[in-house]
C-alpha cells in the first residue's frame, strides 16, 4: 500500500531517537517492573488528565476490569447489577462488564455523532443499574451535561473508557478520563498515546478506589505477601512506562497533526455515497480514527485497495451478534447494526502527510 492505514515504524520514528534513550535508560537500569518509571508516568498522567491518581495496569481491558471489580469489592456494586454501555463499541468494553458477573444494557448512539445517544439512557435505568459505562469511540468526547446529570440524580457510576481519546477535551476544557468517577485508558501501540507492547491506566479522582485498582492488579496484594483481594497479574513495565513518558510530552502535538489530516477529508470529501459524522469542535476530537459511512462499503474499501489506499473496518461485526454473546442474537439495534454494516476507517495519524490525505480524498472522490 502507498498509503497504509496506520505506520507504528514511522511514528515510533518521529520521536525515535528520545524513546531509544529511554529504552536503554530501563535496560541498563535493571529495575524493570513497579520503579521509578511507572511512579513519574502515573504522576505525570494524572497531571496529564486531571485526576488525583493514576495507576498503571498491564492493559485497556485490565483497567476498565479492575475499575468495576473495584467497586464491587467496595459493595457500591455487585454481580447481576446493570451498566449501560453503548451499543456501538469494541468488545472490550462489554467483556470488562461481564467478566465482573455485571449485566451490560446495550443502549443507541447517536446517528450524527456515532456516540452514546443520552437521550436514551433514562429509559433504559432500573433499581439495578449502578453505572454508566461511556466510551469515547473514535478519539470524540462523547460526555454531555445531560449524562453527568442523570447519573447525578440517580446515583449512577460514571465510568469512562478512555480508550481512544488520550488528549481529547470536553468543553469546559477538562479532558477525558476526568470527567466521571474514573476511567480506563489503553496505551495498545496503535492507539494515540501508544507504548510498544501491551498497557493501560486508570485514572480518578477517588484515591481510594486507586489504592483498591492497585492491589487488584498486584495479585490482590497491600503489601508484599499480603494478599487482601484474589486479585490478577496486571502490571505496566518499565520500559512501557518510560516510552509513554517520551509519548505523552509529545501528545497534544499529535493530536494536532491528526486534527490537520481530518480537516483535508473534512474540507473535500464530496460524494454522495459516502457519509461523514458531523463535525467536533476543535479539541473535543483526537481523531484517533477517521470513521465514513457507506452503503457499498465493501466496493470502496477494494476500490481504495487498488489505488493503493490501506483502510480498516471497526468493527465488522457488533457485540450483540459475537459468539460469545449468541443470547443476545434477538436484540434489535437497528442503527448499531448499520453502522457495522457501513463503517470504514481512512488512515490517520501524525505519521501522514496533508498530501498522502488528499490523495484519500481524491480516491473517494472518484469511487
Known sequence: MNIPFLSLKDVTALHGEEIMEAVRRVVASGYYLNGAENARFEAEYASFIGTAA???????????????????????????????VPANTFIASILALTENGLTPVLAEPRSDTLELDDSTIETLITPKTR???LVHLYGRCAYTEKIGQLCREHGLKLVEDNAQAHGCRYTDGRRTGSLGDAA??????????GALGDGGAVTTHDKALAETVRALANYGSTRKY??????RN?????IQAAVLRVKLRHLDDDNEARRRIADVYYAGINNP????????DHQQHVYHLFPVLCE???ALQEYLSTQGIQTLIHYPVPPHHQECYKHWRALSLPLTERIHQQELSLPISPAMTEDEARR??????TF
Open 54 to 84: 493514576s495507576v498503571g495496569c498491564g492493559s485497556g481491558l485490565d483497567a476498565l476490569i479492575c475499575i468495576y471489580r473495584a467497586y464491587i469489592e467496595q459493595g457500591v456494586m455487585k454481580p447481576g447489577d446493570e451498566v449501560i
Open 184 to 193: 480506563a485508558h489503553s496505551f495498545y501501540p496503535g492507539k494515540n498515546l
Open 234 to 238: 496486571s502490571r505496566l513495565d518499565e
Open 273 to 280: 455515497q459516502v457519509a461523514l459524522p458531523a463535525r467536533a
Open 296 to 298: 457499498r462499503r465493501d
Open 360 to 365: 484519500v480524498v481524491d480516491a473517494i472522490n
Open 131 to 133: 453505572s454508566v459505562l
Open 226 to 231: 499480603i494478599f487482601k483481594y484474589t486479585g
